[in-house]
């Protein structure tokens, strides 16, 4: 089925197809080229972290922090229940246990109240999720990893250019990782990144990323020759893909701008609508300037929010629901230290609905969307 309003569509912002055209005239295809250097460069500089590196995913980002923290059997992983399969494989793929929390029900991110009552004398890590691009409550949480001697890894795959109090999400853990996802703000298809903010982890995290090997110091100089020297697998993107996403990083300005407009005017044209229907539309802190990365509802009930998804379908409008909570699936409860409850990921993953949100999305196309929001339910 196509439909007139597709729920996210690629879009352009500007050099794609020259710094791509430039990238092959570079002769440069693989990994680690120009057009990469130039988006770690810019990376680094905008949010003021030692090192970020690309990677082919955000998932592959966030299995390169499980490496790097040394994950394995008997350790335990604290991360939401209520976020995407990546957050929780990346750990489960190491051997480490998985310790699920329960979200806030403001921002459906990692109830930070419930953090400590998690942690045992095996917790290695915490992985909060920046949900929807709204931080979560970084001064509780960073407090009580410092106290537990535990580290922080950011999931921020849908967090880039957010920040909380005034700093970048992504740059509180020692490590973070970003998504350059087709659906992301800022994207390249398939792609993500290593933020890295503990300096001493860098040089592993060149080794790990370069299949195990130590490549990076050999075109350093700094060995003649180059060999395995730890786990490691092929994290890095080709040339071609960091082309594409170095001209939507140099349009990031634009692209925040745009998708502040779509943000802000589902809000106010829905409020009204949400207020009636005893909906809700996403909470964003005080502390929090989000990244509008994407625009939720949250309906009163699992039959109301399949009904309005097939209502939208019918008006040629595709709108999505995520996530399954991790705590109950399969996998979940195989790789789950112990059982955990969760009954806000259970109340909202039924009941959340997110709208057609990419860059190019018009007024006309969002006005369409509104009208078809508000007719339902009388
Ligand atoms: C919270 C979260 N973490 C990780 C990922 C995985 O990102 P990627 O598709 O770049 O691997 C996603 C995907 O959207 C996500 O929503």
């Not at 929090?288 to 109301?304: G, N, R």
Request: hydrophobic share 40%; charged share 20%; net charge negative.
């Amino acid at each position: 089925m196509t439909f007139s309003i597709p729920f996210n569509r690629p879009c352009l912002a500007g050099n794609e197809y020259k710094y791509i055209a430039e990238a092959i005239a570079n002769g440069h295809a693989s990994g680690d080229g120009p057009f990469t250097r130039l988006c770690h460069e810019l990376l680094e500089q905008e949010l003021r972290a030692p090192k970020v590196l690309l990677t082919t995913s955000c998932t592959h980002a966030l299995e390169m922090a499980a490496l790097l923290l040394d994950c394995g059997p008997g350790d335990e992983v604290i991360l939401p229940s209520f976020t995407f399969v990546s957050t929780a494989n990346a750990f489960a793929l190491r051997g480490a246990q998985l310790v699920f929390s329960d979200v806030r029900e403001d921002t459906l991110n990692l109830d930070e109240t419930k953090l400590e009552s998690l942690i045992t004398s095996r917790t290695k890590a915490i992985v909060p999720v920046h949900y929807a691009g709204v931080a979560c409550e970084m001064d509780t949480i960073c407090e009580i990893a410092r106290r537990h001697q535990v580290a922080i890894v950011e999931d921020n795959a849908h967090g880039l250019f957010a920040r909380y109090r005034g700093k970048y999400t992504g740059t509180f853990g020692c490590l973070a990782a970003q998504s350059f996802h087709e659906t992301k703000n800022v994207t390249c298809g398939e792609g993500g990144a290593l933020v890295v903010n503990d300096a001493n982890l860098i040089e592993r995290a060149l080794i790990v990323r370069e299949k195990g090997t130590n490549r990076s110091q050999f075109f350093r100089g700094q060995v003649d020759k180059y060999t395995w020297v730890d786990l490691g697998s092929s994290y890095l993107p080709s040339d071609l893909l960091a082309a594409f996403l170095f001209a939507q990083l140099e349009g990031r300005q634009e692209i925040q701008k745009k998708r502040q407009r779509i943000w802000e005017y589902y809000r106010q044209h829905l409020e009204a609508w949400a207020n009636q229907q005893g909906a809700r539309l996403p909470v964003v802190p005080a502390e929090c300037e989000q990244a509008y990365h994407m625009f939720y509802l949250i309906l009163p009930s699992l039959e109301c929010r399949q009904a309005l998804i097939s209502h939208l379908k019918e008006q040629g409008i595709l709108s999505v629901f995520h996530y399954v909570p991790l705590h109950l699936s399969e996998m979940g409860r195989k790789c789950a230290a112990r059982e955990t409850h969760c009954p806000v990921t259970e109340d909202v993953s039924v009941r959340l609905l997110r709208l057609p949100f990419y860059n190019d999305l018009t007024e006309a196309e969002q006005a369409r969307v509104v009208a078809a929001v508000t007719v339902f339910g009388g």
